[in-house]
């Protein structure tokens, strides 16, 4: 089927029949996670009663906005949690990360990142080593700062937690790897990381962006005792029509501050015009389980390709999916140029532009993206990127549908290592 629309080698068409078969068993297992989360949510929005009258946005000042409010209440049942901000008026996963630290955090209080370095877009927001100097970063408004590197081999320091956190106001958790070389955490880590961090400290608000490991699994962090979780809608909870937003839910009084945050001291949640969005958030959000499962079905696919290649993708095809990325070292900036424009041109949206690195806000090195997406830098449709450092990792992620995502992986393989084929 595939040679019949692209030209692709031989030898690559054997190695994608030989993945697909090898990848059958685990995506049977990523359908049942699916088939779970999509009646779950069902039963939330059946049990919300939601109605035709929640998807009309408000203009203005948003006051008496019942299909924001709903939203609201709707993703925290979704998710196990007592309250949820599910808002539009998010711009990034980042910026709701922002909000929810500035929102619980007070000058003199300590952030503990307990998995090691945070994403690199968050070092302007806490203030590390100087970023974001002069921008009102956490550090400028007295926050202090500290971190607890990963064991060799990727796993949390558990007794290094512990003991940092006793002093500690916020422990934050990154369950996605980021720029590193880790896997994702799966809820049982997360919730060994919690119960190490709490037994020290029982008042320590424990934070996990959870960003690309949204119904991944059947439950979210907040079952494994998280304070807070944090992501974005044009990642796996927008389903891929979501075209903007993020969300923050967990503990409600810690919810109710980041509302605050988010708009004004004193106003809180009860402002923000949600215009003609929700229809999008709403329905994304409905789609998300399926979306979600065809992505990870993207990412066990392609490392189950890459492995086949001898490439060495992390996790493995084998090993469980705790977020939507598959990662490896292309060796040379030369092969993961060659990688990201491989997607670039198996995108539906802007197929025919090359995408080069660039000085990217909030990276610390020129990074290179591709993202032939139907919504500006969404990461639940197929997108790839990396920074420009040795050894040249390709974070590779999304998907909204195995079979296109299947030919655009192919794509970038060929581009990347025809020579090899």
Do not use: W
Not at 238 to 253: E, F, K, M
Not at 261 to 283: F, Q
Not at 286 to 297: F, I, L, M, Q, R
């Amino acid at each position: 089927m595939l040679e019949e629309f692209f030209d692709f080698s031989p030898r690559l068409l054997e190695l994608d029949r030989q993945a697909m078969e090898l990848c059958r068993p685990f995506f049977e297992k990523v359908d049942a996670i699916r088939d779970y989360n999509q009646v779950k949510m069902l039963r939330a929005f059946t049990g919300q009663k939601v109605a035709a009258t929640h998807l009309v946005g408000t203009t203005g000042y948003g006051y008496d906005d019942a299909g924001r409010d709903k939203l609201d209440a709707l993703f925290a049942q979704v998710v196990g949690a007592e309250d949820a901000l599910c808002r539009p008026h998010f711009l990034s996963g980042t910026h709701a990360l922002t909000v929810a630290l500035f929102g619980v955090l007070r000058a003199g209080d300590t952030l503990l990142a307990a998995t090691g370095r945070p994403y690199d877009t968050l070092e302007g927001v806490i203030g590390i080593g100087g970023a974001g100097r002069g921008c009102g970063t956490l550090a400028e408004f007295g926050v202090k700062y500290d971190e607890v590197p990963l064991l060799e081999g990727g796993a949390p320091d558990l007794e290094a937690i512990a003991k940092k956190a006793a002093n500690a106001k916020v422990c934050h958790v990154q369950r996605s790897r980021g720029y590193s070389s880790r896997a994702a955490f799966d809820l049982e880590t997360i919730g060994r990381v919690v119960q190490a961090a709490k037994a020290a400290n029982p008042d320590v608000i424990v934070l996990v962006d959870n960003c690309y490991g949204t119904f991944t699994q059947t439950a979210e962090p907040v079952s494994v005792g998280a304070d807070l979780i944090v992501g974005s809608l044009i990642k796996n909870a927008g389903g891929g029509i979501a075209p903007t937003g993020g969300y923050i839910a967990g503990r409600a009084d810690l919810v109710e501050q980041c509302g605050h945050r988010l708009t004004a001291p004193g106003t809180g949640r009860e402002l923000g015009c949600t215009l003609d969005s929700l229809r999008s958030l709403y329905l994304g959000l409905y789609y998300a389980p399926g979306v979600t499962a065809e992505a990870v079905k993207t990412s066990i696919y392609s490392s189950c390709l890459l492995e086949l290649l001898g490439k060495n993708p992390i996790p493995r095809y084998t090993e469980p999916r705790n977020d939507i990325i598959t990662s490896f070292e292309a060796g040379t900036g030369e092969a993961l140029v060659g990688f990201c424009q491989g997607v670039q041109a198996g995108s539906p949206v802007d197929s025919y532009v090359a995408p080069e690195p660039y000085a990217m806000a909030g990276y610390t090195d020129q990074v290179i993206m591709a993202a032939g997406a139907f919504t500006l830098g969404s990461s639940i449709e197929l997108s790839c990127d990396g920074p420009m450092r040795a050894p040249y990792t390709v974070y590779l992620q999304g998907g909204l549908n195995l079979a296109a995502s299947r030919a655009g992986v192919l794509l970038a393989v060929q581009r990347a290592f025809g020579k090899e084929l």
